[in-house]
C-alpha cells in the first residue's frame, strides 16, 4: 500500500500542499490515468480516505475528493444542486 501511495502522491500531488489540491485537478487527473474504471475509482477511494485522515488530525480542512464520483465511463461531477 505505500508503494501505491507513494506512486500517487509523487506523480503529480508531490509537490502541492492539502489545501492546493482541486477537485477539478484531480477529476482530470483520474480520467487521464491509463488504467481499467474500477483502479481509478479505488485510487479516488484512497485519496479520499487520506483527506478524511488528514481532516482528522487538522491537516486539512476540506476533502475535495468527495466533490466528484467515478462512473465505469471515467469521472462526473456532482450536481451542486
Do not use: Y
Request: charged share 25%; net charge positive; hydrophobic share 40%.
Amino acid at each position: 500500500m505505500n508503494t501505491f501511495i507513494n506512486s500517487i502522491r509523487s506523480s503529480l500531488w508531490g509537490a502541492l500542499r492539502l489545501c492546493e489540491v482541486k477537485p477539478i485537478a484531480v477529476e482530470k487527473w483520474l480520467s487521464e490515468m491509463p488504467v481499467a474504471p474500477a483502479t481509478q475509482h479505488k485510487t479516488k477511494g484512497v485519496m479520499s480516505v487520506l483527506f478524511q485522515h488528514a481532516m482528522r488530525h487538522e491537516g486539512a480542512d476540506r476533502n475535495p475528493i468527495r466533490l466528484f464520483w467515478v462512473e465505469r465511463n471515467g469521472p462526473t461531477r456532482r450536481d451542486p444542486c
